[in-house]
């Protein structure tokens, strides 16, 4: 399996429109974050986890030519807004693009996208194919995912965990239940924003927490704002089995 980083910043992205801090002027590659989301190459299939409004950019850069399903964690714009690009995947593959999440988030493609499923369709459009999910094991093309039900502020999120990898973006709570599914996983890619505690999301220490309650080989954290701070500085402050992903990073597993 292949995991790799296409995003890591959160909504806004970083640099973030206008601000001249430091990290937002930084020179380090690794403190540009599109939005948030990665690529699963599993016994060759290929699947992205969010397709957010840098998701053109992503596969272009990654230069990922096969795409077999798309699969979101929840409805916010971050991680959604980029699906109407499925449309080249469409035209090279034939066929529709499985789309996956739970019912809510599909309601939400519904409305947001509504020109992809009118009655009368201009030609040209995006073809999706709802596939809705709920939070028990589930399979695409061979491949097992299990969902994690997390919480991002009151809304409910999927985490995922395929094999001995887990991915939870866009969380402040994770009950016991759901957690006690991640345990035993090699990489645990955790979501955090900054330092500060915030509404909707974990802290630095709150995913540190974390990670220290699963012990999995490796934790990384994604789904990072401009005001966490310079990635160098950061990095050299967490134990070695924690990092900060960055877009691009590619893990093998
Ligand atoms: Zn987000
Ligand atoms: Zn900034
Ligand atoms: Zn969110």
Redesign the pocket.
Known sequence: MKITFLGTGT?QGVPVIACNCEVCQSLDYRDKRLRTAIHIEVDGKSFVIDAGPDFRQQMLRERIHKLDAVIF??E?K??TAGLDDVRAYNFFQKRDMPVYGREQVLEQIKREFAYAFAEIRYPGIPQINLCPIENQPFEIEGVSFLPIEVL?YK?P?FGYRIGDFAYI??VNYISAHELAKVKGVKVLVLGALRREKHL??FSLSEAIEVFEKVKPEMGYIT?ISHQMGMHSDVEEELPTNIRLAYDGLSLVL
């Open positions: 909504s964690t929840h916010h971050d991680h991002h809304l999120v973006t866009d909707s999301h789904h």
